[in-house]
């Protein structure tokens, strides 16, 4: 029998890339959003906050193997409490759980250590499941920094830190084939990188060559990229997650290479190089005359 699938965080980055291959694939799955309008035309929704248990209860009992997406929140844990109470309370047999690299309750960065501490929450309910811990992922550079990009400067104080970033649409491949066969995967933790890790200069520049635009990085103090994070950031929550963030790229904790994908997916991860090559009109928006090379 087909196993009946939900994918939550299904608008997100790495969730919209798993919900286009499941169409590719005709698999069926329910696409969760807070608002169905953001979902894809075509694709069976449901509006499902992470707050709401009884809902949440409610609509698994019809899945048999939900694919967890959560956003990095300050809320991160009590969604996930919810999640995990839910599924195991509506009898879902599989949990496939998305969650990030270094991820651990004794990390000393924040972000690492609330995906560490939500990830041992699933390890510990008795469910079946499934962790993939992606690095950051490449399309960062099109959402998180895209405003920064398009005036033609990156400033963030992560030195000359690098990270091994990792292309949201391999993770995606790496998702649908377990949810394909998840049995085969129970109690596994996949950590999931790029071919290489780069830094911020050397990404900047590979976007400037790909989109053709003068584009560069320019690290900046803790202070200074403090005060530009509380500018678009209001909740002191996620300033402080994205500082620690900061921290770790500086520190190397986010430059490891593993070779978790390609021995996954029996190929090599997409380069930045493809990335930047198959993005490249992400950065071709309001171009002004003279920020052309
Ligand atoms: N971004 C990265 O580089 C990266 C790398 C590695 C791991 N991760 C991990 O991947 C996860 C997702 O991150 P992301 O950056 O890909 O996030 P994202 O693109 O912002 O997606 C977050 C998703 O969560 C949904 N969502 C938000 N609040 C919700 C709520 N209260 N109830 C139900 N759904 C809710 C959003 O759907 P609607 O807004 O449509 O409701 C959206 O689909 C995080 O746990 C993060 O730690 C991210």
């Given at each position: 029998m087909e196993l009946r699938i939900m994918v939550t965080g299904a608008t997100g980055t790495m969730g919209?890339?798993?919900l286009k291959i499941l169409t590719r694939q005709?698999?069926?799955a329910v696409a969760v959003s807070r608002s169905l309008?953001?979902?894809?035309?075509g694709v069976r929704g449901m509006q499902l906050p992470f707050e709401n248990r009884y809902l949440l209860e409610q609509a698994l009992r019809n899945v048999d193997v939900l694919a967890f997406i959560q956003p990095l929140c300050e809320d991160m844990?009590?969604?996930a409490e919810n999640v995990i109470a839910a599924a195991r309370a509506s009898g879902v047999q599989f949990v496939l759980k998305v969650s990030g690299l270094g991820a651990s309750p004794v990390s000393p960065y924040l972000f690492?250590?609330?995906q560490g501490d939500a990830d041992e929450m699933l390890q510990e309910s008795g469910l079946r499941y499934c962790i993939l811990r992606p690095n950051i992922y490449m399309q960062c550079f099109l959402k998180i920094h895209h405003e920064a990009l398009?005036?033609?400067i990156l400033y963030l104080p992560q030195g000359e830190g690098r990270t091994s970033f990792v292309d949201a649409r391999d993770v995606a491949e790496v998702a649908a084939k377990i949810l394909g066969d998840p049995w085969l995967y129970n109690k596994k933790t996949l950590e999931l990188t790029g071919e290489r890790a780069l830094s911020n200069a050397e990404a900047v520049s590979l976007i400037a060559h790909y989109s053709q635009r003068r584009l560069a990085y320019v690290p900046v103090t803790d202070e200074a990229g403090l005060k530009l994070l509380k500018k678009n950031e209001e909740n002191e929550w996620m300033v402080q997650a994205l500082m620690s963030l900061h921290r770790a790229t500086r520190s190397g904790a986010v430059a490891p290479v593993t070779s978790g994908l390609a021995q996954f997916l029996g190929r090599e991860p997409r380069s930045f190089e493809t990335f930047c090559a198959d993005m490249k009109?992400?950065?071709m928006l309001p171009l002004a005359q003279e920020n052309l090379l």
């Open positions: 919209s890339e798993l005709g698999i069926d309008e953001r979902l894809p035309a844990l009590k969604q690492q250590r609330i398009m005036q033609g009109q992400g950065w």
